[in-house]
């Protein structure tokens, strides 16, 4: 069990708390209906309706119950298998790409091929999803679908459809405002069809899932224990993955990505006391059930005096403040270290030559971006007399690269390290949601506010997010999973903020995507050399953390006794990562992929102790931002792509080459 278990009177009192969800959902639907037509008139208007108000009744509300229902049952239960066969408490249905695969499929359907909408857009947005779960699986299977390789391979393709997802954006954000609003959920009906749609689609995924409760469980066991007692765990985790994407991706199909109910809902079944994965099979589809429904009543309430939000965004903003809420109440526990699967990487023999020719390679890639451009022409500049005429251009776009990639990569590391979680990364603290959000509202308010006060703004994002987790997490002497757990539930608020601001159709916010994607656009060259100064620091500073680096993935009791205090070592670790995060933000923006995928690489190429992790993930993250800024200035000239966008799709296929390959070396 990786989650944090309650004493028995709290197990009692979370239990009624989710049944209270429940009931709350179900009065709030029923007064809903009392409130469009009397009892007296519901029987006609759920048989033969024949009155305006009765019609409504029979083809709006009743079937957007059942739709909600019927989607927050299948994500929670998608989101309890997800997180049991990949022993990941931040793993969801959308993680093996089914959402990201769904979007980049209708984003590119209605952009360069219109028609095929014509046909449906139930067959664009499952094939989309099905093709991205496919490369995932295809990643994986020569290693046995091993948890942590599929976490990486899912993370991999998510960032990568993403980040074209992003692209296409950035350079049609007008036209792709429709793709923006799906993405956002929605659950509004005008007939029976998608409940009628969704009811047999979803109950025979859900039915096996339920069959194989017994073989599941002995999954806990470990792969090898499981494998010895005559378990084939690889077909048993590619059959449950498998349901578990099917019911995910139809539910996405139909209401757009409402993915956060598969990401609570299982983890509000575990704080209830669901220990076994028939608990969890039973609880997390009533939770998520009640949450979605929830959401959706709460929606439709406020758009009688307001206009609608999406249900999507207002799962969020539901859901999120119940999990912390319910984190709040629960005792810290004694976590072990995770996971039985042996390392997938290869320790690297005299690590610092290798790091050394890391370096080189690192400087070499900054004289080619500060050296080599285009100009107005469209010719590459090569001579060093037309550099040096652009140079007070280029050096502050490059500097905020190297700096920021290094600030990402290092707080990664210690992130993932840390919390002995490889879906970890710095934006998990939710410090970029906050900014991002703050630097929104700046620009909504006041237009016309300087580069200085949108850095401001982002700082007090960043430093009111990070007071948030350090006040929540400090009762649970800052314990990963609850830190992770706060982590996502704080950014989520933030995020489901922003996402709402997004679907607004306010013209302005299209230049902010660009933003929002990571880019050195706007970094001025004071900015460059303060980000600078705090990634040297970083570096000097590193070190003295190695030794609660290479201990704490150990686990609690080991490194009590070994004489590391918890609550300390993770405050300032915690700190470290927020400082380095925030920095980042505030040069390039929020992005993701350098701080989460950075260590991964560094790894799995032999860097394994803490020291030389960190010193080749922080080169490696930069030497990934420099290049992806100088492509992004010269691919498209005289259009430019941002560096996070271009980071994720340079970094991915290196990335995916070297789990590949050593994938084959292990098998």
Do not use: K
């Given at each position: 069990m990786t989650a944090d278990e309650p004493s028995d009177p709290a197990r009692t009192t979370l239990a009624g708390t989710a049944l209270a969800l429940l009931a709350l959902a179900l009065s709030l639907a029923t007064l809903r209906l009392w409130s469009t037509l009397p009892a007296d008139g519901w029987i006609a208007a759920f048989g033969a309706p024949e009155t305006a108000v009765e019609i409504t009744v029979h083809f709006a509300l009743l079937p957007r119950i059942a739709v909600a229902l019927l989607g927050g049952a299948a994500l929670g239960l998608s989101g309890a298998i997800f997180q049991h066969v990949l022993r990941n408490p931040l793993a969801e249905p959308t993680l093996l790409g089914v959402s990201a695969g769904a979007q980049l499929s209708l984003s590119a359907a209605t952009l360069f091929a219109p028609w095929l909408l014509e046909q449906g857009q139930d067959l664009i947005t499952i094939g989309g999803a099905a093709c991205a779960t496919a490369i995932v699986f295809a990643i994986a299977y020569a290693r046995s679908?091993?948890?942590?390789?599929?976490?990486?391979?899912?993370?991999?393709?998510?960032?990568?459809?993403?980040?074209?997802?992003?692209?296409?954006?950035?350079?049609?954000?007008?036209?792709?405002?429709?793709?923006?609003?799906?993405?956002?959920?929605?659950?509004?009906?005008?007939?029976?069809?998608?409940?009628?749609?969704?009811?047999?689609?979803?109950?025979?995924?859900?039915?096996?899932?339920?069959?194989?409760?017994?073989?599941?469980?002995?999954?806990?066991?470990?792969?090898?224990?499981?494998?010895?007692?005559?378990?084939?765990?690889?077909?048993?985790?590619?059959?449950?993955?498998?349901?578990?994407?099917?019911?995910?991706?139809?539910v996405v199909s139909a209401t757009g990505i409402i993915s956060f109910v598969g990401l609570v809902a299982p983890a509000f079944a575990r704080l209830c006391g669901a220990r076994r994965i028939s608990d969890q099979l039973l609880w997390a589809p009533i939770i998520g059930a009640a949450l979605l429904l929830l959401a959706d009543q709460a929606v439709q309430?406020?758009?009688?005096?307001?206009?609608?939000?999406?249900?999507?965004?207002?799962?969020?903003?539901?859901?999120?403040?119940?999990?912390?809420?319910?984190l709040a109440r629960l005792r810290s526990s004694n976590s072990a270290a995770r996971g039985d699967e042996p390392a997938l990487s290869r320790r690297v023999q005299r690590p610092w030559p290798a790091i050394i020719v890391a370096a080189a390679l690192l400087m070499i890639a900054v004289g080619v971006a500060l050296g080599v451009g285009r100009a107005p022409t469209g010719?590459?500049?090569?001579?060093?007399?037309?550099?040096?005429?652009?140079?007070?251009?280029?050096?502050?776009?490059?500097?905020?690269?190297?700096?920021?990639?290094?600030?990402?990569?290092?707080?990664?590391?210690?992130?993932?390290?840390?919390?002995?979680?490889?879906?970890?990364?710095?934006?998990?603290?939710?410090?970029?949601?906050?900014?991002?959000?703050?630097?929104?509202?700046?620009?909504?308010?006041?237009?016309?506010?300087?580069?200085?006060?949108?850095?401001?703004?982002a700082a007090v994002g960043a430093f009111v997010t990070l007071a948030a987790i350090i006040a929540l997490g400090r009762h649970a002497n800052f314990a990963p999973e609850r830190l992770l757990l706060t982590g996502v539930a704080v950014g989520t608020i933030f995020s489901a903020f922003i996402s709402f601001l997004l679907v607004s159709g306010d013209p302005r916010l299209g230049s902010l995507l660009t933003w929002m994607a990571g880019s050195t656009y706007r970094a001025t060259g004071e900015e460059a050399l303060i980000a600078s100064v705090i990634a040297l620091v970083s570096l000097a500073v590193a070190p003295f953390t190695a030794r609660w680096l290479a201990i704490l993935p150990l686990g609690e009791q080991l490194s009590s006794s070994i004489g590391v205090n918890l609550a300390w070592s993770r405050l300032v670790l915690v700190l470290v990562i927020a400082v380095l995060a925030g920095a980042a933000t505030l040069v390039v923006g929020p992005l993701s992929f350098v701080g989460l995928l950075a260590p991964h690489v560094a790894r799995l190429v032999g860097f394994q102790r803490p020291v030389e992790h960190m010193i080749s993930a922080a080169i490696g993250g930069a030497f990934v931002m420099v290049v992806a800024d100088w492509l992004g200035r010269n691919v498209l000239f005289p259009y430019q792509i941002p560096a996070?966008?271009?980071?994720?799709?340079?970094?991915?296929?290196?990335?995916?080459?070297t789990l590949g390959r050593q994938v084959r070396r292990n098998f």
């Open positions: 679908l091993a948890p942590i390789t599929l976490v990486m391979a899912g993370l991999l393709v998510n960032l990568l459809c993403s980040s074209l997802n992003a692209i296409l954006g950035v350079l049609h954000w007008q036209n792709l405002a429709g793709v923006f609003m799906w993405s956002s959920g929605s659950l509004v009906q005008g007939d029976w069809r998608i409940a009628q749609h969704l009811l047999p689609r979803l109950a025979v995924p859900a039915l096996l899932l339920c069959l194989l409760a017994r073989p599941l469980s002995v999954m806990s066991l470990g792969d090898q224990a499981a494998g010895s007692l005559g378990l084939p765990v690889r077909s048993l985790r590619l059959m449950a993955l498998a349901l578990a994407v099917t019911l995910a991706g139809f309430w406020l758009g009688l005096i307001m206009p609608e939000v999406p249900t999507g965004i207002a799962t969020a903003l539901i859901g999120a403040p119940c999990l912390l809420w319910m010719r590459l500049i090569v001579s060093w007399n037309d550099a040096q005429n652009l140079m007070q251009w280029r050096w502050p776009r490059v500097l905020a690269a190297l700096s920021a990639g290094v600030m990402l990569a290092l707080s990664g590391t210690i992130m993932q390290r840390m919390t002995h979680n490889e879906m970890a990364s710095p934006d998990v603290l939710g410090l970029s949601s906050g900014a991002s959000l703050c630097v929104i509202a700046v620009f909504i308010t006041c237009p016309g506010a300087p580069r200085e006060a949108h850095v401001a703004a996070g966008l271009l980071a994720a799709i340079v970094g991915g296929p290196y990335f995916a080459w």
